[in-house]
C-alpha cells in the first residue's frame, strides 16, 4: 500500500512566515501529529537567507538588503546564504527513523534529491547529481570560499550541463529531518552579487562570471518562460515517483497556523536569531 504523505503549496510568504512554517512542521511530525510532509513555497519580497552558522555582518552586505527592498532571515539549516527571488522552493520533514531514510546526512540526501533529479526530468531536463570526485573538490566542500550558495555543488545536489541548478541544505531536530533547497527559475546574478561583501569592485565581477558558468537556472535551461504552475507540477510528480507515495493536499490548521506565528515572533522576524552571530 502506497504511503501518504502531506502536500503543501504555500504560494509567496516572507522569509519569517516561510522558516517558521517549516519549523513549525517539524515540531508536528516530532509528536506524531503529522505524517511526512513535501511542502513548495515561494518569496515575497525576494529574501536573502543565510545559514545557521553563517555570521550575518561578515556573509553579507546587510545595508545593501536594506536599500534594495530584500527580507532577510536566518535558516535553521547550515549551508551558505542564498537570495530568493524567482524560484520554486522545497521543504522535506521526515522522521529520522523512517525505514526509506538512511542514517548519514549524505545518504538522506541523495533519497531527498532523487525527487529533484525527477522533477528536472519532468521538464524536460538532463539532470544529474553531483558527487565531487577528488579530494580537493571534496575538501572545497568543508572550506568554501566564498558565502554564495550557488558558487558550487555539494554532495548530491543537482547539475545540469555541468552547473549547478538547485541547492539544499539539512538540519536534524527531535529526531526529524529538515531538508529544504531551492530551485531558481530564472537567476539575476546582478543583484545577486550586489548583497555581498568583497574586497574589491574587481572581485565581485568575478564572482558574477564564476557564477555565470557555476550555476543555471530553468529558464536559462529551457530557452523560454517557464510558469511556475508548471515548475511545481514536475516536482511534485517528481517527488511521489521517487519517493514512492501520496501526496494529498492540505491546508494548515488552527495549530500550524498558531504555532507559525509564535515562531515567527519569537525567532524569525527578530533580530535576536536572525544577527545572532
Known sequence: MTEKWMFINSGPQTGSYNMAMDDALLELHSKGKIPPVVRFYEWNPATLSIGYFQKAAEAVDLD??????????????????????RELTYSIIISESHPDMPETVTEAYRVISAGLLEGFRNLGLRAELAVPSTPEERNSLKNPKSAVCFDAPSWYELVVEGRKAAGSAQTRQKGVILQHGAIPVSLDLDKLVSVFHFPTEDHRRRMKEKLEKKAVSIEELSGCRVGMDEVTKAFRNGFEKALGVELFHA???????????????????NDSWNLKK
Open 251 to 269: 491546508e494548515p490548521d488552527q495549530e500550524v497556523s498558531e504555532l507559525v506565528r509564535r515562531f515567527e515572533e519569537e525567532k524569525y522576524s
Open 64 to 85: 545593501q538588503v536594506k536599500d534594495m527592498g530584500l527580507g532577510f532571515v536566518r535558516r535553521p539549516t547550515g549551508g551558505r546564504a542564498v537570495l530568493h527571488d
